[in-house]
RNA sequence: GGCCCCGUGGUCAAGAGGUUAAGACAUCGCCCUUUCACGGCGGAGACAUGGGUUCGAUUCCCGUCGGGGUCACCA
C-alpha cells in the first residue's frame, strides 16, 4: 500500500487537479495587469480596514488595466454572521467600489474563477489535498484536539517552542498501513500538510510594502483540512489564489508571518506564489497605546458608522488615500476638481508603520469635499442621509426649491463656504431658515454688544420700517444699515470707531449684529444679506417685527 | 518568552551622509471682514536613546528602550 491508497481512501471522489488547473486557466491580461482582491470572512460588520485595503486593491488594479475581485472566506461556520455577506457586498457598494468578479450578494456571483465563497469549494480543497497526500506531503493525523493541547503545554512547560512539529508530530510518521487502519477503525482525523521546513534555515521574502523580510523557515505541519472537512485560511489561500490566479496579495500585516508558511505551501502545490503587500492596519491611541482599530470597542471601526455620521463616501475615501499616500494631498491641492481614480496611486510608498486614525482629519477633509458639492448635491445627499437617520431634517428638506435656495447660500463660488463636514451637520446649519422651525424655537435671543432691549426694539423699528427693502441690491442693502447706525448715533465705519471707540455707543457692525439675531436667533451665521433674500420679505418682516412690536 | 516589523512636532507624514528638517490637520497670534466660515500672514512644536563607522549622522551598523504583529481544527 501506499500514498496513492491513502489518498484514495480519504478523499474518494476528488477529481485530480488537472481538471481544475484546465478549468482556471491563466487570465489573459495585459502585461502588469494585477489580479487582487478583497477576501473577507463574513463574521460582522466590514471593518475600516477591510475598505482600507479595497480601497488599494481596487486602486492597483484599475489602474494596471487587472482584476479586483470579492471572494467571502466563510471557512469557519462558527464565527459566521447572518447577513455576513450582504453587508460586505453593499458596503463595498456604498463606497462605489463594487468589485469585477466575485460576490454580488448573497447568494449571486459574476466571473469565471468562482465559486467566490470558499464554503462552495470544499471539493476543490480535496482534490489539491488528495494530490498532497498521493505525494506523501500531507498526511492524516489523528490526534484529538486534547492531545494536541496536551502537547502544547508540554512544550510550554519545558519552555521550547510550541507547536506540532518534528518529533512533536507525532502523526507524521505513522506508516500509510497504520494510518489506513485507523481510518478503517473509524477514527476521526484531520489533515495536516507535512512541512519540508526547517527552523534553522532562512528564507527571504520582498514584500511590496515592507521590503526585504528574512524569517526562519516554516516547519510546522499545520492543519489544511478541517474536521469539518473544510479547509484552513492558509491552504485555501493557496489554492483560490493560486486558481484565481491572483498576482498579487493585498492583506493586513497581522498576516505578515504567515508568510514562510504560505510560501511554502505554494512550492509543495506546485504553484508559482504570488506577491505580497502587507499594509499595515489603521490605529488608535488609546491612553498612550496604539491598538488596532476594535470592532468592539471603536464605532469608528465599522465602515457603516461613517454612512451613520454622514460623512460622504467620497471623504473617507480621500482620507484613506491620504494616510496611504501623503502625497495626495498635495494631488488634491492641485487639482481640487479630478476624480480620484486619476492620482498616481504608488503602493511602495505605503507607510510601513500603522497610522494612528485621526477623525479630526477625515472632517477637515470632509469639509473639502462637501464644500465642492452643489445645492443641488448637497440637498440630495442629505436628503438621502435623512431618510434613514434624522426624520426632523427629512422634514425640513421636504421644501426642494426652497432647501436648495438655503443650501445655495455662499456655495458655488470660488471659495465656498465651508461649514458642513457631515450630512449630521446639515439641520443646524439650516434649520433657522424654516419659519416653522424658526417660530416654535423657544430659545432666548442672545444678542451681543447691544443687549438693552428697548434699543434693540428702537433699532428693528426703525430698519423695518424706513431701510429695509427687499429689492435692494447687496451694496444698497449694507449702506441703509449703515445709514440706520448713523441715525441712531453710531458709527458708520467699523474702521472710524476704532479709531475713536469713545465717541460712539458702538458701530455699523453691532447694528447689523441686532438685525442678524432677530433674523436668525444666532450670533454666527453666513451673510446675513443672502439669508434675509432667501427668506424673502414675509418672513425677514414677520421675524422683525416680533421683537420690534 | 521565541520570531518578525516599526520609531521625524499632538496627529498624518516628506526627506537626504552636509537642508534654515518640507507640507497637511490640530493649536496660538495678527490681518481681512457687519458675525461666522473662507482667505492671507506669522508663531510655537520633531529626527526615542547609547555606542560605533565617518571630516561630518537624524539618515548607515550594533545595543538599549518604546510601540505593534504573530505563535489555533479563527481568519
Not at 491620504?322 to 487639482?335: C, G, L, Q, T
Amino acid at each position: 500500500m501506499d500514498y496513492k491508497d491513502l489518498a484514495d481512501l480519504i478523499f474518494p471522489d476528488a477529481k485530480p487537479i488537472a481538471y481544475y488547473e484546465e478549468k482556471y486557466p491563466e487570465r489573459n491580461l495585459p502585461e502588469g495587469a494585477i489580479v487582487t482582491r478583497f477576501a473577507p470572512s463574513p463574521t460582522g460588520f466590514v471593518h475600516i480596514g477591510g475598505l482600507y485595503q479595497s480601497l488599494i486593491a481596487k486602486t492597483m488594479a484599475e489602474k494596471t488595466g487587472g482584476v479586483f475581485f470579492l471572494r467571502v472566506e466563510d471557512t469557519d461556520q462558527k464565527r459566521e454572521v447572518e447577513n455576513g455577506v450582504t453587508d460586505i457586498v453593499n458596503s463595498l457598494k456604498d463606497f462605489d467600489m463594487p468589485p469585477d468578479e466575485g460576490m454580488i450578494s448573497d447568494s449571486e456571483e459574476i466571473g469565471n474563477y468562482g465559486p467566490y465563497k470558499q464554503s462552495l469549494r470544499k471539493d476543490i480543497y480535496q482534490a489539491y489535498a488528495k494530490f498532497l497526500i498521493e505525494q506523501g506531503k500531507a498526511y492524516p493525523c489523528f490526534c484529538t484536539p486534547e492531545e494536541v493541547d496536551h502537547i502544547r503545554k508540554k512544550q510550554e512547560s519545558a519552555k521550547i517552542r510550541p507547536g506540532y512539529y518534528g518529533v512533536w508530530a507525532k502523526c507524521r510518521n505513522l506508516t500509510v498501513e497504520e494510518a489506513i487502519e485507523k481510518i478503517k477503525n473509524g477514527e476521526k482525523y484531520i489533515v495536516r500538510f507535512k512541512s519540508p521546513g526547517r527552523e534553522d534555515r532562512k528564507i527571504k521574502h520582498k514584500d511590496v510594502i515592507k521590503g526585504n523580510v528574512d524569517f526562519p523557515e516554516n516547519d510546522q505541519d499545520i492543519v489544511i483540512i478541517k474536521a469539518d472537512g473544510l479547509p484552513t485560511y492558509h491552504f485555501a489561500h493557496a489554492v483560490d489564489d493560486h486558481l484565481m490566479r491572483t498576482t498579487l496579495v493585498i492583506r493586513s500585516d497581522e498576516w505578515l508571518s504567515s508568510v514562510p508558511l504560505h510560501l511554502q505551501l505554494f512550492a509543495s502545490l506546485g504553484f508559482r506564489p504570488p506577491k505580497y503587500a502587507h499594509i499595515s492596519p489603521i490605529m488608535k491611541n488609546d491612553n498612550g497605546n496604539k491598538r488596532k482599530l476594535s470592532k468592539r470597542k471603536d464605532p469608528e471601526a465599522a465602515v457603516s458608522y461613517y454612512r451613520e455620521q454622514g460623512i460622504p463616501a467620497d471623504a473617507v475615501k480621500e482620507y484613506l488615500l491620504n494616510i496611504a499616500n501623503s502625497s495626495f494631498e498635495n494631488w488634491r491641492r492641485a487639482n481640487p476638481d479630478k476624480d480620484i481614480k486619476e492620482f498616481d496611486f504608488q503602493m511602495n510608498k505605503m507607510s510601513v508603520s500603522g497610522a494612528l486614525f485621526d477623525m479630526v482629519k477625515l472632517l477637515d477633509i470632509s469639509k473639502n469635499v462637501i464644500s465642492k458639492y452643489d445645492a443641488n448635491k448637497v440637498y440630495t445627499e442629505s436628503l438621502k442621509w435623512a431618510e434613514s437617520y434624522d426624520n426632523e431634517l427629512k422634514d425640513i428638506l421636504s421644501n426642494k426649491e426652497y432647501s436648495i435656495k438655503v443650501l445655495n447660500i455662499e456655495r458655488g463660488k470660488a471659495k465656498p463656504r465651508r461649514d458642513i463636514s457631515k450630512w449630521s451637520d446639515v439641520k443646524y446649519c439650516i434649520e433657522y431658515m424654516y419659519d416653522d422651525k424658526f417660530f416654535n424655537n423657544r430659545d432666548e435671543y442672545e444678542f451681543d454688544k447691544i443687549s438693552d432691549k428697548e434699543e434693540i426694539k428702537k433699532i428693528l423699528k426703525l430698519y423695518i420700517s424706513k431701510y429695509y427693502n427687499e429689492a435692494d441690491d447687496q451694496t444698497t442693502w449694507f449702506s441703509k444699515i449703515k445709514d440706520l447706525a448713523e441715525e441712531l448715533g453710531y458709527a458708520r465705519e467699523v474702521k472710524e470707531y476704532k479709531k475713536e471707540p469713545e465717541k460712539w455707543p458702538g458701530h455699523v457692525g453691532d447694528i447689523s449684529t441686532v438685525i442678524r439675531v432677530a433674523v436668525t436667533k444666532r450670533r454666527n451665521t453666513p451673510d446675513l444679506y443672502e439669508i434675509m433674500h432667501v427668506l424673502g420679505k414675509d418672513s425677514v418682516e414677520k421675524r422683525i417685527n416680533l421683537l420690534a412690536e
